[in-house]
């Protein structure tokens, strides 16, 4: 893998549930924490953290897998986007999700599977475990 990382975890929620909300602007700004504008539409960019993370929806599979070409505001000048695949597997009673972040600047890999956990994969846990409990969410 090309200056890239893959990480996976577990949530309690249907693949229909989590891809839809990756993609709506909501809801991504729910489980995130901040500001997040994206669409279901190939072809549309979408802007994410504020406007820290900017990209291109490539390829939508609904439920199963969303391709980006993504960056952040701290890509060196002149670098090329990464690419980011988001997949989406059932497993058990909820869904497992993985991410493959390639072309990443080089010697950045740490630094975004750190970014993945931390501001993604821990805060939609919480997301998902207090929608799941809410009487709104069934």
Same mark, same amino acid.
């Not at 839809?20 to 809801?27: G, H, M, P, V, Y």
């Not at 072809?43 to 504020?50: D, E, L, M, T, V």
């Not at 199963?64 to 002149?78: C, D, K, L, S």
């Given at each position: 893998?090309?200056? !890239? %990382?893959?990480?996976?975890? %577990?949530? +309690?929620?249907?693949? @229909? *549930?989590?891809?839809?909300?990756?993609?709506?602007? #909501?809801? =991504?700004?729910?489980?995130?924490?901040?500001?997040?504008?994206?669409?279901?539409?190939?072809?549309?960019?979408?802007?994410?953290?504020? !406007?820290?993370? /900017?990209?291109?929806?490539?390829?939508?599979?609904?439920?199963?897998?969303?391709?980006?070409?993504?960056?952040?505001?701290?890509?060196?000048?002149?670098?090329?986007?990464? #690419?980011?695949?988001?997949?989406?597997? @059932? =497993?058990?009673?909820? /869904?497992?999700?993985?991410?493959?972040?390639? =072309?990443? +600047?080089? !010697?950045?890999? @740490?630094?975004?599977?750190?970014?993945?956990?931390?501001?993604?994969? #821990?805060?939609? @846990?919480?997301?998902?475990? *207090?929608?799941?409990?809410?009487?709104?969410? *069934?």
């Amino acid at each position: 893998m090309e200056h !890239g %990382i893959k990480i996976s975890a %577990i949530f +309690p929620v249907s693949a @229909k *549930k989590l891809y839809d909300s990756w993609l709506n602007s #909501k809801t =991504h700004s729910a489980f995130t924490g901040s500001k997040a504008q994206i669409d279901s539409r190939n072809g549309s960019s979408f802007s994410i953290s504020n !406007g820290y993370i /900017t990209g291109t929806n490539l390829i939508l599979q609904p439920y199963g897998r969303i391709v980006q070409n993504w960056r952040t505001t701290e890509f060196p000048e002149g670098a090329p986007d990464s #690419k980011l695949e988001v997949l989406f597997e @059932k =497993h058990n009673s909820g /869904t497992k999700l993985t991410i493959i972040h390639t =072309h990443l +600047p080089s !010697g950045d890999e @740490k630094k975004y599977e750190k970014g993945w956990k931390e501001h993604y994969f #821990k805060p939609m @846990k919480l997301y998902f475990l *207090k929608t799941k409990a809410s009487p709104k969410a *069934k």
